[in-house]
């Protein structure tokens, strides 16, 4: 069994409300320094070793994502 690790993100020209509502609320915190924030959604999948790196972009544009407005990333984790 692998480890994948398939992570999410709104398009760079796509508005990100939760993460400019994170953006607002941190100096409020008092925390200082952070310019900007993006949030997006990170899935962990265990698959056979025999899956390949076709069958998991696949998985990743088909159900995971919405390409029309999210980029997504697949990496295997070693553990």
Same mark, same amino acid.
């Given at each position: 069994?692998?480890?994948?690790?398939?992570?999410?993100?709104?398009?760079?020209?796509?508005? @990100?409300?939760?993460?400019?509502? +994170? &953006?607002?609320?941190?100096?409020?915190?008092?925390?200082?320094?952070?310019?900007? %924030? !993006?949030?997006?959604?990170?899935?962990?999948?265990?698959?056979?070793?025999?899956?390949? @790196?076709?069958?998991?972009?696949? +998985? &990743?544009?088909?159900l995971l994502c919405n390409t029309?407005?999210?980029?997504?990333? %697949? !990496?295997?984790?070693?553990?």
């Amino acid at each position: 069994m692998a480890r994948v690790v398939v992570d999410v993100m709104p398009k760079a020209e796509i508005l @990100d409300p939760q993460g400019q509502a +994170i &953006a607002g609320a941190l100096p409020r915190l008092g925390f200082t320094g952070v310019a900007d %924030v !993006r949030q997006g959604k990170r899935f962990e999948l265990e698959v056979a070793d025999d899956v390949d @790196d076709a069958a998991l972009a696949q +998985i &990743a544009q088909t159900l995971l994502c919405n390409t029309v407005i999210e980029d997504w990333t %697949v !990496r295997r984790v070693q553990e």
